[in-house]
């Protein structure tokens, strides 16, 4: 961008964002000299606009939004509309107001993938996230005496993300799953939400996955439902290892504190389809800087418990299965419970919890992602970093393991 009449005007329109400005480029009028630089992309300067719009963010955010790259598909950085010779070749320039909010997002979840990295730091650093006046807490250590009752040895499978939660609250009240001749016990409720928690699963997994439409397509042109959700056959693989008398099925999730002898429940709020959108994709920037094993623990560990203090992260509209699946989950859904029915495995808590009714499935309110939803997630946290220095490290969870989600 130089030579141009238009250039100092952009070069203008980058001072005012820089300053806290709002002002859309199409309104902006004033010049200033150009500095004979590259100026940022038109999704950097319109997300600091919107950032801006938010309530501000802080010198150092600023130049890190304008310096930022875009991860996963879609347009390289785009220059401004005026500012610009026209070319008859590449990408055309943009009114940045008229961009997608996807192309915003790309740059957004970069950023809170850069932060998410910087809070795991945190955490492993004790010296340095700790004030420099903190003092040493004195903590008492229970001694286990030998006449001691031992609590059960237990395992979690089935339903992914919910077996996630239980676990993060079990081992913080200090009943990690594990131990010798453990019980198993297969998490199951109805398909409809065993789909929305698998998806969520897999998307703050190692591998990630598609799109929520694009999965659910895909998942639904199968013969047989995710292999987590099919109940029965999960009690099979774990019987077949641990006997059958130590494996049950919960439907009922009030009753597995009781089994677990543990007086606790996950209090953690359930994440809209926006916010499990938003971990996707932040799972996207995160490959480019972790491994994959190390990405899902950042995902899981960090970033969801984070979303849980986001009260916008929680009110959001739930997934929900479209009508053009409603046929075939009603179908399976009855599948699966007839399968367990016919294993014979101790069921706690009624098995026709497990059935989607066709009327239900109609009347779920929800509604699938929304890119200008995940958008202002993104701003959000990225603000909210931008206020405390750093994210508050998180109570990380117990990492899910292949062989818990069989």
Excluded: K
Aim: hydrophobic share 45%; charged share 25%; no cysteine.
């Amino acid at each position: 961008m130089s030579g141009t009449p238009g250039e100092g005007r952009a070069w203008a329109w980058l001072d005012h964002l820089q300053a806290g400005g709002t002002t859309p480029w199409a309104r902006w009028s004033a010049e200033v000299p150009t500095r004979g630089r590259v100026l940022p992309g038109a999704q950097q300067l319109e997300l600091l606009r919107r950032l801006n719009l938010a309530g501000g963010v802080s010198p150092r955010l600023a130049q890190r939004v304008l310096g930022a790259s875009a991860p996963g598909r879609g347009r390289p950085d785009l220059e401004l509309v005026g500012a610009t010779e026209a070319r008859g070749f590449g990408w055309a320039p943009v009114d940045p107001a008229d961009l997608p909010d996807d192309e915003l997002v790309r740059v957004a979840t970069g950023l809170v993938a850069e932060d998410v990295r910087e809070a795991a730091a945190r955490a492993s650093d004790p010296a340095a996230a700790a004030p420099r006046t903190a003092r040493p807490v004195l903590q008492r250590v229970r001694t286990a005496w030998p006449w001691a009752r031992r609590a059960p040895a237990y395992r979690l499978a089935g339903d992914p993300w919910l077996g996630s939660l239980w676990r993060r609250e079990l081992a913080a009240a200090g009943r990690p799953p594990g131990g010798r001749a453990p019980e198993v016990l297969v998490l199951a409720g109805p398909l409809s939400v065993g789909l929305a928690h698998t998806w969520s699963a897999r998307s703050a997994g190692v591998d990630g996955a598609p799109p929520w439409p694009q999965w659910l397509a895909a998942t639904t042109e199968r013969r047989h439902v995710p292999r987590p959700l099919d109940v029965a056959a999960v009690a099979d693989r774990w019987a077949a290892r641990v006997g059958r008398e130590r494996v049950r099925v919960v439907v009922d999730p009030d009753r597995l504190p009781a089994v677990v002898d543990a007086p606790v429940r996950p209090q953690a709020p359930r994440l809209s389809g926006d916010a499990v959108e938003l971990v996707r994709r932040v799972g996207v920037g995160l490959g480019l800087l972790v491994l994959p094993r190390a990405r899902q623990e950042l995902l899981r560990g960090v970033l969801v418990p984070m979303l849980h203090d986001l009260p916008a992260a929680t009110a959001g509209p739930r997934l929900v299965v479209p009508p053009e699946h409603h046929r075939w989950v009603a179908r399976r859904s009855v599948q699966v419970r007839a399968a367990v029915l016919r294993a014979g495995y101790p069921v706690l808590g009624d098995p026709d919890a497990l059935v989607d009714a066709p009327d239900a499935l109609a009347e779920a309110e929800g509604a699938p992602p929304s890119d200008a939803a995940v958008l202002d997630l993104a701003v959000a946290l990225l603000r909210r970093h931008d206020d405390r220095g750093a994210i508050s490290p998180a109570t990380p969870t117990i990492p899910t393991t292949r062989e818990d989600e069989r």
